[in-house]
T-cell receptor, first 114, second 111 residues
Framework: ETGVTQSPTHLIKTRGQQVTLRCSSQSGHNTVSWYQQALGQGPQFIFQYYREEENGRGNFPPRFSGLQFPNYSSELNVNALELDDSALYLC?????????????FGPGTRLTVL | RKEVEQDPGPFNVPEGATVAFNCTYSNSASQSFFWYRQDCRKEPKLLMSVYSSGNEDGRFTAQLNRASQYISLLIRDSKLSDSATYLCVVKLHSGNTPLVFGKGTRLSVIA
């Protein structure tokens, strides 16, 4: 196991609602990246947090937002949910910049928007 | 053009077969390359990094051709347990930069 945990494992919401997903990084990892994986697609980068600051963002609208806490755990918030937001949301933690390329993924949260 | 493109698959092969996956990437400045494996409804897991000199891990061999912007993965003596989706992954820089994934190629190894 990678030591990265996510909660909840599954979630069902309706259009227009808001959702918060949580991620606890592997011990010692201060960087968390979030990815969205739609059915049949590869994961797409949403954003990354490094030492509590956003450190890069993919092509996602502002209704996707995040936080990182002093213990390096992280949240992904999505407002005004749309049907296309249905996907597996993955977080990945990694070691300090420059030390390694490896990102370790959590088991994901499967979000269904009805 | 997509940043990372893979064989569409699916690949259905008998046990013991050798199977090769191909991948191309569009950004010539990319620095790091990987193959990840993803089982159904699970998270991606790093299978192996890919180096310019080529590298091997047991039955798995990865190759990188920077001039052609091409990455490959060869699986020899396929096992039933190799059935999964194989994701080609590229990073622009080393360190904490995002992974760029291909769509994945599904492999089914049949008894």
């Amino acid at each position: 196991e990678t030591g990265v945990t996510q909660s909840p494992t599954h979630l069902i919401k309706t259009r227009g609602q808001q959702v918060t997903l949580r991620c606890s990084s592997q011990s010692g990892h201060n960087t968390v990246s979030w990815y969205q994986q739609a059915l049949g697609q590869g994961p797409q980068f949403i954003f990354q947090y490094y030492r509590e600051e956003e450190n890069g963002r993919g092509n996602f609208p502002p209704r996707f937002s995040g936080l990182q806490f002093p213990n390096y755990s992280s949240e992904l918030n999505v407002n005004a949910l749309e049907l296309d937001d249905s996907a597996l949301y993955l977080c990945a933690s990694s070691l300090p910049s420059g030390a390694t390329d490896t990102q370790y993924f959590g088991p994901g949260t499967r979000l269904t928007v009805l | 053009r997509k940043e990372v493109e893979q064989d569409p698959g699916p690949f259905n092969v008998p046990e013991g077969a050798t199977v090769a996956f191909n991948c191309t990437y569009s950004n010539s400045a990319s620095q790091s390359f990987f193959w990840y494996r993803q089982d159904c409804r699970k998270e991606p897991k790093l299978l192996m990094s890919v180096y310019s000199s080529g590298n091997e891990d047991g039955r798995f061999t990865a190759q990188l051709n920077r001039a052609s912007q091409y990455i490959s993965l060869l699986i020899r003596d396929s096992k039933l347990s190799d059935s999964a989706t194989y994701l080609c992954v590229v990073k622009l820089h080393s360190g904490n930069t995002p992974l760029v994934f291909g769509k994945g190629t599904r492999l089914s190894v049949i008894a």
